[in-house]
Structures are given as C-alpha cells and as structure tokens.
C-alpha cells in the first residue's frame, strides 16, 4: 500500500451452524432497526470479524492515466481548490496524492484519522488550527503575507479518513469547513459513496457558496456526481453508470482541463455577455417610452409602433447576441491551455458580480436619455426637417428613435464581439439591413389586421429623405459610443484583467517579431543590391540586427 498498490487481504474463519445462526438473526436484527440502524450493522460486522486465518494478500497496480498530473496542477494555478474522495486504505490514498502531484513537496500534511469520539475529533481540529495560526504568525512577516495572497502558495494538506468523517459531519460541520480553508489541498480516504456526496454538500453550503464540480468514472461516486453543481463521468472499465449519472462525460481524467479552462471560459464569458446585454437593450428600448409619458400628459399613447414593439426582440436584436452566445472567444484557446491562470478573471461570478450589472444598466439609461432627448430637442416646436417645409409629427418621432436604438444596440454588440467571423458579419450587419428593409415596406403599404399601419403610412420614407434625419442619426450615434469605447480604452490600460493584459504582452511581442524580420529582410535586399553593383559577393554589414530564431517565426 506504501507504493501505491491497490490491495487485498483474504482470510477464513470456520463457523459451526449455532454460530452461523446467531450471526444471521444478529445481522437481521440489525438491518431491522428503526433507529442507529448504521450502527448496529457496524457492531455486527466488528462481531463476526475475528479471530480469521490469514490465506495470503494481492497487490494490484492502479495506474494513473496520462495528463493526471499536469491538469491537477493546472487546476491549482487557475485557483481551483482540488479534493480527492476516494474508498482506497489512507497508504495508498496518500501515495498516489504524491505521485499525481495532488500533495506536494514541502507540505505540511494534517492527518485527522482514527477518531474514535466526537470530543478527540474536536480536540483534533482545534489542534491543528492552532499550529496553522502558530506558524502564519510565526514565520510571516508583511511581504510574506502578500506574497502567499498572490502566488498561492502551498501550505497545508489535510487528510480525513470515514471513520472521523462520521463524527465531523453530525457535529463539527464547522470546524472542519474552517480547517478545510487553511489547506490548499484535502485527501478523504475510507469514505462509502453516501460520504462522498455528504462532503460534496457539506462544501456546497460552506459561507462562500463555492461551486463545485464532481469527477469520478465508478458506480460508487454517482451519488457525488448527483449532488454536486456539475458531474462529470469518465467512460472506463469500471463501466458506465458514471457518465449516465453525469452532465459531461468523456475517456480520460486530462480532458477536465480543457472543459474547465478552455469551455469552461468561453461559456462563462458567453453567458454573462448574453444575460446583462439583454438588460441593457430593453432597457435602451423601454427608457424612451417612459419618458415620453412626462411630455403627453400621461395620456398612455404609445411612442413607438405596435410592430416594433413585437419585433424588436424577435427580428432586430435576437440574431446578434445568439450568435455571440455561441462562437465568442475572448482569447484563444492555446492560450487559455498554456496560461490556468486565466481562469483566475472568471471565478467568483466576476463577470455577473454588481459592478457589471451596474455598468450594463447605467449604459442603457445612458442611451436612452441621448436617444430620447436628443430627437426631442431637434423635434421641439414643430421645426421643419423637410425641403418642402413639412413636419413630422409623433410616429415620426418614434420612428426616429426606434432606428436609433436598433443602430446603436447592434452596434454595442459588435463591440463587444472579440471573435469575428462571417455569420457574426452577417448578424449585427443584416439586422440593421433588415430593419430598414421592414421598416420601409411597412411604411409604404397599408396593411390590415396586427399589422394595420395607417399612421405609418409614408412616414419612413419621409424621415430618410431629410439629411437632418441622417447627419442627427450620425450625431446621436457618436454619443452614445464614444464613452462607451472610452471607458473600455481607460480600464484596458489601468486596470487591464488577466486576459486583457495577455493580449497586450502578445501584441507588443508580435511586434518585435515583425520588426526583426523587416530588419534582417532589408539587410539583406541591400546586400543583394550591393553584390550587384560589384565584381565580388560582399558580406552585409548586419551588426546590431537580431536573427529570428526557428520558433519565433513559428509563432509569428
């Protein structure tokens, strides 16, 4: 077990039929109870477990897979805490925590195995919060502090065995949730599946609401897998109930990495961009027609048209932000692979946190009042927009500003878009296209049911025949986005996240390569030149210029 084999002992003991009897009336007594039924069950099997005649051991090897070590490291840069459930003897579960990098060197391992009584258990934890607090005050000085809050350094490892699992989870639920913080790593050996699960839930309701993903490829951890936010199976030879049980599943433990760091970030990324954009557009939308309720004497007449009002977010909006939903990539993904600690800028709800939502919501009020007040002020007293001296009138107006907002909501979803491509084009670019394709049939037919139109009639065509309209479309558009691009220029060279400040280092290092190269390129066109105009090849002088090496013109 100390080398990490998985193993087994067999022994034999000879049971005369008074014997057997008893044990079998104890044993069903015992599975009876209505009360401490684990317990009795426990008791009975103690009983009937002596007194054996040793007939020989097995050492079976459990191999680890590939990539076992490297994605539990990755895991931990990204700032995932890892734990490791498992049934194996506390030998073999603290070597292959070793081998797999789970432990590592220079732990300060915590064992809170063997207890026997709720009060040693206690004792136990309170013992071991001690010496951590001890050796922080001890060996930490300012600079230490910061420099472990910034790197997560390894400290601690806990290892729990089921037996003091039992009593931790009926009294000191607590206590060990506190101890379970101080350590960057936790090893739970001896645990039935049920244990598994009551730990998984247990973190689940810790104060800092953690969550939590379950990975396991045996019928023993289905019920870990049920209970934890995300489970994930893996399709192996202990067979399928795993992956049936699970929401992902795949054939190897190192494919966790890419569906945690590579998946795991643009879904995240998608999700927050797609729930707080849909805020923020009906917000942009709906602002306007309240405020318009101050200035008709509350008369509830509607700004904008009964059509627009349905289509706006079936036909005008939707496309868009589906489609960014689906294909967005902030960063690429060999990125993502290379560099766990760009999961860092997504954990703890950073994206949907208040300060996004905020910033999503102040946006759309922002729009609102520039697109509402903005038309009012070119529209106030009745001004003519016209070459033949017409006037616009209230469906003008709303017009005016419903093709605002359309222009400038599509055009805050293309500036979010880091990854283009040509249904991306096609989206933001046709639903613009589109809506004026509506908007001046509808405008130039009168239709009849859901669809009547008569105080549309000709008013589209009337608003883009006047150059007012265009140039104030223009302007309108103009402020609303300037501070929008302004405010993301600012952050990204003050503030720049993790991926953010990647993509600058990556830029600046592109650069050089592109320089290098056009240096060394014009050296040698002028030594070529030079070869030319003379009877003799001549080296070019080339001092200063630095070559490319092999894997930077690769990378470049």
Request: net charge neutral; charged share 20%.
């Amino acid at each position: 077990a100390e080398i990490g084999l998985r193993t087994l002992v067999y022994c034999t003991r000879d049971l005369t039929e008074d014997q057997y009897e008893d044990i079998s009336n104890k044993m069903r007594e015992a599975r009876n109870a209505l009360q401490d039924r684990e317990e009795k069950v426990n008791g009975v099997i103690n009983y009937i477990e002596k007194d054996f005649h040793l007939l020989g051991a097995t050492g079976v090897e459990d191999k680890l897979q590939d990539g076992v070590s490297d994605t539990i490291q990755a895991l931990r840069t990204a700032g995932v805490k890892v734990w490791v459930l498992t049934g194996d003897k506390q030998e073999t579960a603290v070597n292959i925590s070793h081998s797999c990098t789970h432990f590592q060197r220079g732990m300060n391992e915590l064992y809170l195995v063997q207890q026997t009584t709720m009060q040693q258990c206690a004792d136990t934890i309170a013992q071991h919060l001690k010496s951590i607090k001890q050796g922080r005050n001890q060996h930490s000085t300012a600079d230490n502090t910061r420099r472990i809050q910034e790197d997560n350094v390894v400290t601690h490892a806990l290892v729990v065995d089921g037996m003091s699992l039992a009593h931790i989870l009926t009294e000191h639920r607590d206590l060990f949730i506190e101890l379970c913080q101080q350590c960057t790593a936790v090893l739970c050996c001896r645990m039935s599946p049920l244990q598994k699960a009551e730990v998984v839930k247990l973190m689940k309701a810790s104060p800092e609401r953690p969550i939590t993903l379950a990975i396991g490829d045996g019928a023993n951890d289905c019920s870990m897998i049920q209970e934890a936010h995300v489970g994930v199976g893996i399709m192996g030879k202990e067979g399928r109930q795993a992956v049936r049980a699970s929401d992902f599943a795949f054939a190897r433990f190192q494919f966790l990495k890419k569906l945690m760091l590579v998946h795991g970030h643009y879904y995240y990324i998608r999700l927050a961009t797609l729930v707080q954009y849909f805020f923020y557009k009906n917000v942009a939308f709906i602002s306007p027609q309240l405020l318009f309720q101050f200035y008709n004497a509350y008369s509830q007449t509607t700004l904008y048209d009964t059509a627009f009002l349905t289509f706006y977010n079936i036909f005008f909006t939707s496309l868009p932000i589906l489609l960014y939903g689906l294909f967005e990539q902030n960063i690429k993904k060999a990125d993502l692979m290379k560099n766990p600690e760009l999961y860092k800028d997504i954990a703890s709800n950073r994206r949907l946190d208040i300060f996004h939502f905020l910033y999503w919501t102040i946006l759309g009020i922002w729009h609102a009042l520039v697109l509402y007040y903005g038309p009012m002020y070119l529209f106030w007293d009745a001004p003519s927009l016209m070459t033949n001296q017409t006037m616009f009138g209230n469906f003008g107006l709303g017009t005016f500003i419903f093709t605002a907002v359309v222009i400038v909501v599509n055009l805050k979803m293309a500036l979010e878009t880091n990854y283009w491509t040509w249904l991306n084009h096609f989206a933001i670019w046709g639903s613009i296209i589109v809506y004026f394709l509506f908007t001046l049939v509808y405008s130039a037919f009168i239709f009849g049911g859901f669809l009547a139109n008569h105080q549309m009639y000709w008013v589209f065509l009337q608003l883009l025949s006047s150059p007012t309209v265009w140039l104030a479309l223009l302007v309108l558009t103009a402020v609303c986005m300037v501070p929008d691009v302004f405010i993301k220029m600012v952050f990204k060279h003050i503030r720049p996240s993790r991926v953010q400040h990647k993509q600058m280092k990556m830029k600046n290092k592109l650069q050089q390569l592109k320089t290098s190269i056009s240096t060394v390129s014009e050296q040698m066109l002028l030594s070529v030149q030079s070869s030319r105009t003379t009877s003799r090849a001549t080296t070019p002088n080339i001092e200063g210029v630095r070559y490319v090496t092999r894997s930077e013109t690769a990378e470049l």
